[in-house]
């Protein structure tokens, strides 16, 4: 079932005009605090060295330690997440910078030298069984794309919506939304409580972007579904 979905879930993001909704600089990834959920287990420091190449020039009357550390923050940055940590959330310490090495032989190209950084980092990895919450940011009429933190992408299928039905927008002011009986309400804008149903990394070439896509699930657990937006258990209508 998981794997029938993350194919109706690619077919989905292939004709979706999804606005793009991880900025560069997003606070959310260095800012835990912004996170409305206890996020202890899937929230590890682990240990990384890796090299940090930079061109000479910008080494010139600058802070080699400043540079560096701008750099891997950059690279961290773009690359966004990785297989085996998850989501990249920030920088806690920079443990040692290595001796440098001129990778150039040729005179003719701009000097580029690398540097084994090793450092701790506070990474996300949402894995099968967890429960996130967050907020609805499109609404289809299979299924609803939420964002919890980083997580740009995750989807909660109608049929993993137990007892939820489709009602499609009478006017151009209204938007279409899950409904139940009981009148609770799954729209954009509502904050959703979900298990995590399946987890798929997608390394993109030169490690550009990287992301984690999501099955969530209502089916089978108590207290998820739609909550206020106070925080409560209580359902939106």
């Known amino acids: 079932m998981s794997r029938n979905l ?3 879930y690619d077919q989905i993001l292939e004709g979706a005009s999804l606005s793009p909704l991880y900025d560069l600089l997003d606070p959310v ?3 835990i605090s912004t996170f409305d959920f206890k996020l202890n287990r899937m929230i590890s420091e682990v240990e990384i060295s890796r090299d940090v190449a930079i061109f000479a020039d910008h080494l010139n009357g600058q802070s080699p330690h400043q540079q560096i550390l701008f750099k891997l923050l950059q690279d961290l940055i773009h690359e966004k997440a990785c297989r085996e940590h998850g989501f990249y959330l920030g920088i806690t310490a920079l443990k040692s910078i290595g001796d440098k090495k001129n990778n150039n032989e040729d005179n003719h190209q701009e000097r580029t030298l690398t540097f ?12 099968r069984g967890d429960v996130l919450q967050g907020i609805v940011k499109q609404v289809l009429w299979n299924g609803v794309f939420i964002r919890s933190g980083p997580l740009r992408y995750a989807y909660l299928s109608l049929l993993k919506m137990p007892d939820y039905h489709y009602v499609h927008s009478q006017s151009e002011n209204e938007k279409s939304y899950f409904q139940k009986d009981d009148l609770s309400k799954i729209a954009v804008g509502v904050v959703v409580r979900f298990v995590v149903l399946a987890v798929r ?3 993109r070439p030169h490690k550009r972007r990287n ?3 999501v099955l969530a699930t209502l089916e089978g657990y108590r207290k998820v579904g739609p909550i206020s ?3 409560s258990d209580e359902p939106y209508m």
Do not use: W
């Open 29 to 31: 990834i260095y800012v």
């Open 229 to 231: 937006l106070t925080g």
């Open 201 to 203: 990394f997608k390394e």
């Open 116 to 127: 084994p950084v090793s450092f701790t980092c506070r990474t996300f990895l949402p894995a």
């Open 6 to 8: 993350f194919v109706l």
């Open 211 to 213: 992301d984690y896509y």
